[in-house]
């Protein structure tokens, strides 16, 4: 919402704004930006530390 009242307002002042550099420029064209709210991270060499197992069952920080 807020990069399209720049554009509004850019374009209100007479600002030369083309519609085809807004299309390159949006967020949705990164693929690095998380809209779903989720993170993920390789957590498997340290899942002993953080997940509660059974007494008896170790995995190996190698695997």
């Given at each position: 919402m807020k990069m399209q009242a720049v554009v509004d307002?850019?374009?209100?002042?007479?600002h030369p704004i083309e519609d085809a550099w807004i299309r390159r420029m949006g967020p949705v064209h990164f693929g690095n930006v998380n809209f779903r709210g989720l993170?993920?991270?390789?957590?498997?060499?340290?899942?002993?530390a953080l997940l509660q197992k059974p007494a008896g069952i170790r995995r190996s920080a190698t695997n």
């Open positions: 307002r850019w374009r209100n002042e007479r993170i993920a991270f390789g957590v498997e060499r340290y899942s002993d």
